[in-house]
């Protein structure tokens, strides 16, 4: 198993530019999460999905959109980039049984100029 | 509110030496606890979790953690640390399946 997988790794916007971050998982977790880290902030959750077509908002969800149209991809779209999103995003997931273990992805830092 | 403190910003310790980082947490129910490690420019790799039962966990790397819940901590330990070691920890804890709460994190350094 890959586990969770996104990309791409690294990337640099101009404000006011669009991207989506994709997110990938091949363990058939129902649940999946994004979180984006910023230095003395930890993890926030931005925007979470308990199964395909279900998402909802989480911590700090302005500028950002998601959509669940599969099981196994959860991608986080930024609307119209801003450097205060400048930062490195975080895709998790987990099963109901997990006792709320999450898996995480190896991360995508995002510079926005 | 639920919420993770993490009150040492950033820790140096000498190779060898024995090592704590303080974990305090706010939540209402038994909580599912978590330590991850960050080393630079990496994603976040788990160390150890308690759900229930002993107190006493055992992680990788040779870590452990104990949790009390008369002082709401769940603090990580190493006896010898050694140089590879040194990464970003954060304490979290679980909230539901879709959501964690981390502390702000404790970068360590480590002295040869």
Not at chain 1, 39 to 53: D, E, F, K, N, Q
Not at chain 1, 71 to 89: H, I, K, M, N
């Amino acid at each position: 198993n890959a586990g969770v997988t996104q990309t791409p790794k690294f990337q640099v916007l101009k404000t006011g530019q669009s991207m989506t971050l994709q997110c990938a998982q091949d363990m058939n977790h129902e649940y999946m999460s994004w979180y984006r880290q910023d230095p003395g902030m930890g993890l926030r959750l931005i925007h979470y999905s308990v199964g395909a077509g279900i998402t909802d908002q989480g911590e700090v969800p302005n500028g950002y959109n998601v959509s669940r149209s599969t099981t196994e991809d959860f991608p986080l779209r930024l609307l119209s980039a801003a450097p205060s999103q400048t930062s490195v995003y975080f895709c998790a997931s987990s099963s109901p049984g997990g006792k709320y273990e999450q898996y995480f992805g190896p991360g995508t830092r995002l510079t926005v100029t | 509110a639920q919420s993770v403190t993490q009150p040492d910003i950033h820790i140096t310790v000498s190779e060898g030496a024995s090592l704590e980082l303080r974990c305090n947490y706010s939540y209402g129910a038994t909580p599912y606890l978590f330590w991850y490690v960050q080393s630079p420019g990496q994603g976040l790799q788990l160390l150890l979790k308690y759900f229930s039962g002993d107190t006493l966990v055992q992680g990788i790397k040779g870590f452990e953690a104990e949790f009390k819940r008369s002082q709401s901590s769940f603090n990580l330990r190493k006896p010898s640390v050694h140089w590879s070691d040194a990464a970003e920890y954060f304490c979290a804890v679980g909230i539901n399946n879709n959501d964690m709460r981390f502390g702000a994190g404790t970068r360590l350094t480590v002295k040869p």
